[in-house]
């Protein structure tokens, strides 16, 4: 299993003090930096990738929901507070999971141990797809074969996805976080919050757009860096 890399986001010395403690006593996770508010987290995960967030309610400048509300494609996360009020907005949110203050180092085990469990499911999932050329998904109450070599990009319309093919237009109930975990990595890649592209499909690319089959498809700033790896 990989090590995962996090970072806290926390105002009290102490608290954070014995995150870090914590993290330092389990050999998968490795403590990328602490943050005493949002904005500088918020600086860092601009140029740096974490794959757990530890995060605090009640933050200076920015709260904690506010700050996770903003980010397009957050990592895991698991929150860190004294108040049980804000739980069913945290899960709504899709935290892995919720830690009361003052928890102690068996339950934060336990909250770690789920991150680890959900990551290793992802790879599983993403190892299988990468031996297929194709995915099923469903289209008006029926499962539609798509081959990986016929899409050209995927698009978010809200509730739907709209799925572009050489062949035709396909629409599935579906998030694009949800279609981008049933992709091969290598073929499609994330390059704005409501778009992927198949990767042998672009024609050529700059820092604000990509074009695939003639057509132009914007990229997300927060996205620019999947361009370094095309």
């Known amino acids: 299993m990989s090590e995962i890399k996090c970072i806290i986001i926390e105002d009290e010395p102490l608290a954070a003090k014995v995150l870090a403690d914590y993290i330092s006593q389990v050999p998968f996770l490795k403590l990328q930096g602490t943050f005493k508010d949002a904005i500088q987290a918020t600086e860092y995960l601009q140029d740096n990738e974490t794959g757990l967030l530890f995060l605090d309610i009640h933050l200076p400048k920015l709260k904690g929901m506010s ?14 507070t004294a108040y049980h009020q804000y739980a069913v907005e945290g899960f709504s949110l899709n935290v892995t999971d919720y830690l009361l203050k003052p928890f102690d180092f068996e339950r934060f085990l336990v909250a770690v141990n789920k991150v680890k469990a959900t990551r290793g499911q992802k790879q599983q999932a993403e190892d299988i797809n990468e031996h297929r ?10 499962r539609v074969k798509i081959l990986y070599a016929d899409i050209i990009y995927i698009e978010s319309q809200q509730e739907y996805i709209k799925v572009v093919t050489t062949k035709k237009t396909y629409f599935s109930k579906l998030t694009t976080t949800e279609m981008e975990a049933l992709l091969p990595a290598h073929l499609f890649k994330r390059i704005h919050r409501s778009y992927i592209v198949s990767v042998r499909k672009i024609d050529s690319y700059n820092v604000e757009a990509v074009e695939v089959n003639g057509i ?5 700033r927060s996205y620019r860096h999947i361009l370094d790896h095309l």
């Open 133 to 142: 050329d194709y995915l099923f998904v469903t289209v008006q109450k029926k």
């Open 67 to 80: 700050f996770l509300k903003t980010l397009v494609d957050p990592p895991a996360v698991i929150i860190t």
């Open 216 to 220: 132009s498809i914007p990229v997300g």
